[in-house]
């Protein structure tokens, strides 16, 4: 009886461990992040953010955030092609959906000899962090010729773009930032090209005095170099609403273009703008310093 038992045991074993032999778990202690395979894995998966590789997963407002997945194993082939899926979807505090992508690599459907295989997913982090939001995204791979999944999530956090210095008296907001119109994205550093376009950006004005059903918002705006240069001087961005107003609902994104002259330009310089209100005290404040080459 003893024996019996001991073969029955050996048996189940064998069985369960044959079954967890195409599956893998690995969890990031700095990122939080988890990953599973089930008959297809990776050799490793990292982030990019800002083209750049990186190990947080703290993103700074308007952030390009890339999850590289490289060496995808386990796809089955056909015609020694491989067929895989993609999606990602991004959750916000456990409940909302933010972004949903259910196939990311839609252009794929004839498959692909690529080998080794890098798959990518990308998302940007233009997303609201003002109630410390919590954030979580779910990436999962397939085969489409088959039944393997490898499936990923990382949580992160976003916080906010801290280039510009704002103070805000009364003048309520959701977002202010500068942006790189030729490199399409938002500025992080203080470093800029003086060939590329900028735009300051403010988002949803609220609080404003209404009078008559009209707001009268004064947005002035100076650029002076190091040695007291002025690069640009606007008093009044608004000038042609100054005596009729404007709609509160035209302040949905308010901006600023900035190109610089051609010359010699001594930094450090200091941008200052200033969005206030004609008919009371509020106010809100932009400083930042800024190295033009």
Same mark, same amino acid.
């Given at each position: 009886m003893l024996k019996t038992k001991t073969i029955s045991l050996l048996i189940i074993i064998i069985t369960f461990s044959s079954c967890q032999f195409n599956q893998s778990v690995s969890t990031d202690l700095t990122t939080g992040a988890y990953s599973r395979g089930d008959g297809? !894995?990776?050799?490793?998966?990292?982030?990019?953010?800002?083209?750049?590789? !990186?190990?947080r997963n703290e993103f700074v407002y308007g952030e390009n955030v890339t999850l590289v997945f490289n060496t995808i194993n386990g796809l089955i082939k056909s015609d020694n092609k491989s067929y895989p899926g993609l999606s990602m979807h991004i959750i916000k505090n456990n409940k909302d959906t933010v972004?949903?992508?259910?196939?990311?690599?839609?252009n794929l459907d004839n498959g692909t000899d690529l080998t080794p295989l890098q798959l990518r997913s990308s998302f940007r982090t233009a997303l609201p962090y003002k109630n410390n939001e919590k954030y979580k995204s779910y990436v999962q791979i397939w085969d489409k010729k088959g039944e393997g999944t490898f499936t990923y999530e990382l949580p992160f956090t976003v916080k906010q773009n801290d280039l510009l210095t704002i103070e805000n008296n009364g003048i309520a907001y959701s977002n202010i930032y500068l942006w790189d119109e030729t490199l399409k994205q938002p500025i992080f550093e203080s470093t800029i090209n003086a060939d590329h376009l900028l735009i300051l950006i403010l988002e949803n004005i609220e609080g404003l005095e209404l009078i008559n059903g009209k707001v009268f918002p004064v947005f002035s705006l100076d650029i002076i170099d190091n040695k007291g240069k002025k690069l640009l001087s606007e008093a009044n961005l608004l000038s042609k609403f100054e005596k009729e107003g404007v709609n509160l609902t035209d302040l949905k994104q308010l901006i600023a273009k900035i190109t610089f002259p051609d010359g010699k330009i001594n930094n450090p310089c200091q941008l200052t703008a200033k969005l206030k209100d004609k008919n009371s005290s509020k106010e809100i404040n932009i400083t930042t310093a800024l190295n033009i080459n």
């Amino acid at each position: 009886m003893l024996k019996t038992k001991t073969i029955s045991l050996l048996i189940i074993i064998i069985t369960f461990s044959s079954c967890q032999f195409n599956q893998s778990v690995s969890t990031d202690l700095t990122t939080g992040a988890y990953s599973r395979g089930d008959g297809i !894995d990776c050799d490793a998966v990292y982030i990019e953010i800002n083209g750049k590789e !990186d190990k947080r997963n703290e993103f700074v407002y308007g952030e390009n955030v890339t999850l590289v997945f490289n060496t995808i194993n386990g796809l089955i082939k056909s015609d020694n092609k491989s067929y895989p899926g993609l999606s990602m979807h991004i959750i916000k505090n456990n409940k909302d959906t933010v972004y949903s992508e259910p196939n990311l690599l839609g252009n794929l459907d004839n498959g692909t000899d690529l080998t080794p295989l890098q798959l990518r997913s990308s998302f940007r982090t233009a997303l609201p962090y003002k109630n410390n939001e919590k954030y979580k995204s779910y990436v999962q791979i397939w085969d489409k010729k088959g039944e393997g999944t490898f499936t990923y999530e990382l949580p992160f956090t976003v916080k906010q773009n801290d280039l510009l210095t704002i103070e805000n008296n009364g003048i309520a907001y959701s977002n202010i930032y500068l942006w790189d119109e030729t490199l399409k994205q938002p500025i992080f550093e203080s470093t800029i090209n003086a060939d590329h376009l900028l735009i300051l950006i403010l988002e949803n004005i609220e609080g404003l005095e209404l009078i008559n059903g009209k707001v009268f918002p004064v947005f002035s705006l100076d650029i002076i170099d190091n040695k007291g240069k002025k690069l640009l001087s606007e008093a009044n961005l608004l000038s042609k609403f100054e005596k009729e107003g404007v709609n509160l609902t035209d302040l949905k994104q308010l901006i600023a273009k900035i190109t610089f002259p051609d010359g010699k330009i001594n930094n450090p310089c200091q941008l200052t703008a200033k969005l206030k209100d004609k008919n009371s005290s509020k106010e809100i404040n932009i400083t930042t310093a800024l190295n033009i080459n």
